[in-house]
């Protein structure tokens, strides 16, 4: 099955710096890659995903890369700021799985104002 | 619309016991999940069920079964709870359409086996 690998496991930033976050998947029949945040005791949220027909895809202050070749992406945070604060999550699901996702372990991103 | 919601929000359980987690989404989505989240080992799943009537297991589906009562509620039970079932347990769901991948999930159950 699909193996998703995300570091770094913990972040901490300045306000106002970038953070980069990247994940590796192991099953070349990924096609669809999202992000989601988790604030503290909250549910995941979605905030970013790409397909892999796209090489990178912008939000505002987020983007995510996807080098297929490569088996890896990233989730690009510029300007950041405290309300950032929060756990984020990689996932891939790989195209035949019938829409499953796998999940990285997840990294700690902490905002110092 | 609340989407997705999950009941109970808390559990405590004495090891042995049986409980039922129950959820319901009311975006009238084709696709169920269930997951649990541990601390460091981000969100697994242990059950989906891609359409109503079907169930199928995910990564790590074992001490746990599954009921899609209908296209709204997919429960997940536990029937003998043991400590290694302490978790967060989230349910998710999605349209279910070729070009919707997106999965919403719900505010999660927090469950302790004690």
């Known amino acids: 099955g699909e193996n998703v690998e995300q570091h770094p496991s913990t972040l901490s930033v300045q306000e106002g710096d970038s953070a980069v976050i990247k994940c590796t998947y192991s099953d070349s029949a990924s096609n669809y890659f999202p992000w989601y945040k988790q604030e503290l005791g909250k549910r995941p949220q979605l905030i970013i995903d790409i397909r892999s027909n796209v090489g990178e895809k912008k939000d505002q202050r987020i983007a995510v890369t996807l080098n297929k070749t490569a088996k890896h992406f990233s989730l690009h945070i510029t300007e950041t700021q405290p309300e950032d604060s929060a756990v984020y999550f990689c996932?891939?699901?790989?195209?035949?799985?019938?829409?499953?996702?796998?999940f990285g372990k997840g990294t700690l991103l902490t905002v110092n104002p | 619309n609340a989407g997705v919601t999950q009941t109970p929000k808390f559990q405590v359980l004495k090891t042995g016991q049986s409980m039922t987690l129950q959820c319901a989404q009311d975006m009238n989505h084709n696709s169920m999940y269930w997951y649990r989240q541990d601390p460091g080992m981000g969100l697994r799943l242990i059950y989906y069920?891609?359409?109503?009537?079907?169930?199928d297991k995910g990564e790590v589906p074992n001490g746990y079964n599954v009921s899609r009562l209908n296209k709204r509620e997919f429960s997940l039970r536990l029937e003998s709870a043991a400590p290694s079932q302490t978790s967060v347990y989230f349910c998710?769901?999605?349209?279910?359409?070729?070009?919707?991948?997106?999965?919403?999930f719900g505010p999660g159950t927090r469950l302790t086996v004690t």
């Open positions: 998710a769901s999605r349209s279910g359409t070729m070009s919707s991948y997106e999965q919403y």
């Open positions: 996932a891939a699901m790989p195209w035949g799985s019938n829409y499953k996702l796998t």
């Open positions: 069920s891609a359409s109503e009537g079907t169930t």
